[in-house]
């Protein structure tokens, strides 16, 4: 593959990057509506046509594995693994 098809496939892959993050944004405006109209009409769940809504608040738990780091150092190197992966960003 040439340089020019490189480029090519790098121009294309930032179009449809910018597509995703337009899309995304969009998407993620029309859920602030629907989830508006929820809390508006006080209900956490709702079937309109064949769809079940849901919009729920959820709790969670997390290890806070920055804190456990700092006070358990030498348990946390213990059980700590290395990852390696390859970033292949165009900037």
């Given amino acids: 593959m040439g340089t020019t098809e490189i480029t090519t496939k790098v121009e294309h892959i930032k179009t449809l990057q910018t597509m995703i993050d337009e899309l995304t944004a969009e ?5 602030d ?5 929820m809390t ?5 769940e709702m079937t309109v046509s ?3 809504v849901r919009y729920k608040s959820v709790s969670s738990s997390r290890f806070d594995s920055t ?9 946390y190197d213990q059980y700590c ?11």
Avoid: P, W
Wanted: charged fraction near 40%; charge should be negative; hydrophobic fraction near 20%.
């Fill in 27 to 31: 998407m993620e405006s029309v859920k």
């Fill in 33 to 37: 509506e629907i989830k508006s109209e």
């Fill in 40 to 44: 508006a009409r006080g209900v956490e």
């Fill in 50 to 52: 064949c769809f079940k």
């Fill in 67 to 75: 804190e456990f780091k700092k006070t358990h150092q030498e348990l």
């Fill in 81 to 91: 693994n290395q990852y390696c992966y390859h970033d292949s960003r165009q900037e």
